[in-house]
């Protein structure tokens, strides 16, 4: 008998990132302490390293496995290749608390947390593993005439209102 299938699991949004890290096992207990992730599945290979690893943090999935050189060469970690490919970014209740979590945890400052002309407040942060995380709180809605203006303004709230 077949089993009914979802196309996409349960949990999962239409797109999920997937990193590749240099030490995959290290980066999950890393993100569980700077992040709060809860590790859902590991998948070890023959020699230890992570085939497949699937985190939660916040109501979002992060997949990631470890490099595989000589199989898998079109892979490779921001730490091998000198350069990340791409910034995740996470939205929380408290972008100053989480920001200090990821900093207390290991992860280097890249732009603390400041207001911008977008109505988020917002951060980054790059993890000991060289994958750069944008950290932001929504504040506004706002038009994208509101955000223009704030932009000419100078980029913040405050000279955005000073200038109205």
Known sequence: MTKSTQTIPP????LTPHLVI?????AIEF?????????LQRMPGPDGKLIH???KIGNSMLMLCDEFPGFCDTMAS???????HAT?????EDIDKAY?????AGAKAEMPPQ???????????VDPFGQPWSIATHKEDLTPDEMKKRMQAGCTPAKAAANA
């Open 115 to 125: 207001d911008m002309f977008w109505g988020d407040r917002y951060g980054k942060v």
């Open 88 to 92: 995740i970014h996470m939205f929380v």
């Open 100 to 104: 200090q979590r990821a900093i207390d």
């Open 53 to 55: 690893a699937c985190l």
């Open 22 to 26: 240099k030490d995959c096992a290290k």
């Open 31 to 39: 993100y569980k302490k700077a992040f709060g992730a809860e590790e």
């Open 11 to 14: 949990g999962f949004g239409t």
């Open 78 to 84: 921001p730490e091998t290749i000198g350069k990340a």
